[in-house]
């Protein structure tokens, strides 16, 4: 159990990285095969895998601040709060994770502004 919960926190650290830096082939390894993911903003849109991955660019670096760590066998729900850089700009966001086979696969992901 804590191997799980040393490589959840590690992969929701690398997912913020990851988006920071732009790199949709490491996100793309680390989604399932389908996703929901809604965003921050005003409508609190949802997409789904490709759209998400579509959307993803090199950009400002970011702090994510695990709270939360629960799991349910092969599934997880975290909770983190991720902090961008600069600006200050804050979001909770609630994640739900899956393991299919070895490796945990991010399947459901819903952020707010704080």
Same mark, same amino acid.
């Given at each position: @159990?804590?191997?799980?919960? %040393?490589? $959840?926190? #590690? /992969?929701?650290? *690398?997912?913020?990285?990851? &988006? #920071? =830096?732009?790199? /949709?082939?490491?996100?793309?390894?680390?989604?399932?095969?389908? $996703?929901?993911?809604? =965003?921050?903003?005003?409508?609190?849109?949802? !997409?789904?895998?490709? &759209?998400?991955?579509?959307? !993803?660019?090199?950009?400002?670096?970011?702090?994510? *601040?695990? &709270? #939360?760590?629960?799991? +349910?066998?092969?599934?997880?729900?975290?909770?983190?709060? !991720?902090? @961008?850089?600069?600006?200050? *700009? /804050? +979001?909770?966001?609630?994640?739900?994770?899956? =393991?299919? %086979?070895? %490796?945990?696969?991010? $399947?459901?992901?819903?952020? %707010?502004? $704080?």
């Amino acid at each position: @159990m804590h191997a799980d919960i %040393e490589a $959840l926190k #590690s /992969r929701n650290i *690398e997912i913020g990285a990851a &988006e #920071s =830096r732009g790199d /949709r082939n490491w996100l793309d390894g680390a989604l399932a095969t389908k $996703l929901a993911f809604q =965003r921050a903003n005003q409508k609190r849109t949802i !997409v789904d895998r490709k &759209e998400f991955l579509d959307a !993803v660019g090199a950009g400002s670096d970011r702090d994510t *601040e695990i &709270e #939360s760590i629960h799991l +349910y066998g092969n599934r997880a729900v975290i909770t983190c709060i !991720v902090t @961008m850089k600069p600006g200050g *700009e /804050r +979001y909770h966001n609630v994640r739900l994770f899956i =393991r299919p %086979e070895a %490796e945990w696969k991010l $399947l459901g992901w819903a952020n %707010e502004p $704080l």
